[in-house]
């Protein structure tokens, strides 16, 4: 067993090497879009695809395969297979024995995310790398025309171009069942098209019912109570203290001002979240930088002793997505958190001289059918999302050619939102995803969504009453528990296996569903049979 505890090491020992030069990268990317001189562009561009290309080589030498080839037949591919009856994927749903991730060794976990990632990196030849990269490129100019002159045609031969390159990479990289979950895989390990359309489909037939409702309710809004004067610093400094009292350590991070926000980990004890400001709106910076606190408590919380390996990395986006919307939706958006929060706001904020809790409540909630995705309220985004998975799966699956998605788009955008698509700029072209291959990305955001609200339900029940923990400004147990149940296990289990060890069952939409119809229900007033 010397041996296998010596070959293991030396793999450690390579693998945070990479680490740590793939988070030299992450520096880079994060000053360029906070504080590099517009004129450093260029040298920037070298310097970041020359860390690119040696993290790229690091990752893939054929080193790495050889002592994962030495340990797997060493024993842990039989514990792989043992306990997690089969393949280390999920199986439970089919039927298969019920997987025991929980009882892997270290090491087996780190080895099989390692093997995982080592053959999407290594499978895929060179050639088809680089032409994916340049096509990227070029298609990406291609779309920012296309969008700006809202022309979809010149779009289209990238977009046969890239559904082509993309079903060409799934291929390489192997499928039990569709070529979509391949590509799904890089974003969501494990997860396939088959265990997700039902839920988002089931989500779909009743979420549209709720936001037609909600069109024709009694009851609206007066959101021009967010569009008033908030000054800069007043929002940079409320943001702040809000950040730091559910958890975000500043003596571990930074906040700053780029035009496209994220949260990025620079190191163990080292992670960056961003926003931006406008004066004349509330709700962009405030709600951004609770949703971007959320990615970084995560981040901040995960096993910083075994850095460098999947076991103090996220699981997949859909759970990282899942700790920024249960702490921007689930509880920035309650009227239990804000019962706290307000009064300290309107000591910070004239424009909410007078306003009344109930009343800004009910502002922060606005439910507003609308074209563009990134601006859409918590009701109507996962429909959104609905539309582009299904029209992405279609492309990859050959069900819907390039040339019909436009149309394809408009019809099924009206059916779900009850909007008339007015141009593709306000349609299919809204988004860059597509343009950049990622496609199979957007389902981890609704993924995120449900992942929150099953969540969120497990916690209630485990905690007791966690709004009258809101209402008295006590976040800690809520981030503990999240701390305790999601972020220091790692890679350990895969999403959708982690969400049924948390909270006893599968991943389904009934917890959504609660949390949107009834707190939609109590604001609007809507009726209920
Ligand atoms: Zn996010």
């Not at 340049?134 to 291609?142: D, I």
């Not at 024709?216 to 959101?223: I, L, T």
């Not at 582009?388 to 019809?411: Q, T």
């Not at 008339?420 to 995120?448: E, N």
Request: aromatic share 10%.
């Amino acid at each position: 067993m010397i041996g296998m505890d010596e070959t293991y090491r030396r793999l450690c020992e390579r693998q945070k090497r990479t680490a740590v030069l793939s988070s030299v990268g992450a520096v880079l990317h994060w000053d360029q879009e906070t504080n590099m001189p517009k004129a450093a562009a260029a040298h920037r561009a070298e310097q970041s695809a020359l860390l690119a290309g040696l993290t790229h080589d690091w990752a893939t030498d054929p080193e790495v395969g050889r002592l994962l080839s030495e340990l797997e037949d060493g024993g842990i591919a039989q514990e792989l297979r043992e306990k997690t009856g089969g393949d280390g994927a999920h199986r439970s749903a089919s039927g298969a024995p019920a997987p025991r991730e929980d009882e892997l060794s270290d090491a087996a976990v780190n080895v099989r995310e390692w093997r995982r990632g080592y053959d999407r990196a290594t499978k895929v030849p060179r050639e088809l790398v680089e032409e994916i990269a340049r096509t990227q490129t070029l298609a990406h100019e291609a779309w920012v025309t296309a969008r700006a002159q809202k022309d979809f045609a010149q779009f289209r031969p990238w977009l046969e171009k890239i559904v082509d390159l993309e079903r060409r990479v799934a291929d390489c990289i192997g499928y039990a069942e569709e070529a979509y979950d391949a590509l799904l895989d890089a974003y969501e390990p494990g997860m396939t098209a088959r265990q997700v359309a039902p839920v988002l489909g089931r989500l779909r037939e009743q979420l549209a019912p709720l936001v037609r409702a909600i069109a024709g309710a009694p009851r609206r809004p007066d959101v021009s109570i967010l569009h008033r004067e908030y000054p800069v610093a007043a929002q940079e400094a409320f943001a702040r203290e809000v950040a730091a009292a559910i958890g975000f350590d500043f003596a571990r991070g930074r906040l700053d001002v780029v035009a496209h926000p994220f949260c990025t980990e620079l190191g163990p004890c080292d992670v960056r979240i961003t926003t931006r400001y406008d004066e004349r709106f509330f709700s962009g910076a405030f709600f951004g930088v609770i949703h971007e606190a959320g990615h970084g408590i995560y981040e901040q919380n995960l096993p910083a002793a075994h850095w460098g390996t999947p076991l103090a990395a996220s699981v997949s986006l859909g759970i990282h997505e899942s700790q920024s919307r249960l702490w921007e939706n689930f509880v920035g958006r309650s009227r239990a958190f804000w019962e706290y929060w307000f009064p300290r706001a309107q000591q910070r904020f004239t424009a909410l001289a007078g306003v009344r809790l109930d009343d800004f409540v009910f502002a922060i909630n606005a439910v507003q059918p609308s074209f563009i995705r990134v601006e859409a309220d918590e009701a109507t985004y996962n429909l959104h999302i609905l539309l582009r998975f299904e029209l992405e799966r279609a492309l990859i699956r050959g069900e819907l050619k390039a040339a019909d998605l436009p149309a394809a788009w408009n019809e099924n955008f009206e059916k779900l939102l009850g909007l008339k698509v007015p141009d593709d700029a306000m349609g299919c072209l809204q988004d860059v995803h597509w343009s950049g291959g990622l496609i199979g990305y957007f389902p981890t955001y609704a993924l995120g969504n449900l992942n929150a609200a099953q969540l969120m339900e497990a916690a209630r029940a485990e905690l007791g009453d966690v709004d009258a923990m809101l209402r008295a400004g006590e976040f800690a147990p809520l981030r503990e528990w999240l701390t305790r149940r999601i972020h220091c296990h790692g890679m350990r289990y895969r999403s959708a296996r982690l969400i049924e060890v948390v909270t006893g069952r599968p991943l389904d939409e009934g917890a959504l569903l609660r949390h949107l119809n009834g707190k939609f229900g109590e604001l609007y007033g809507l009726s209920r049979d």
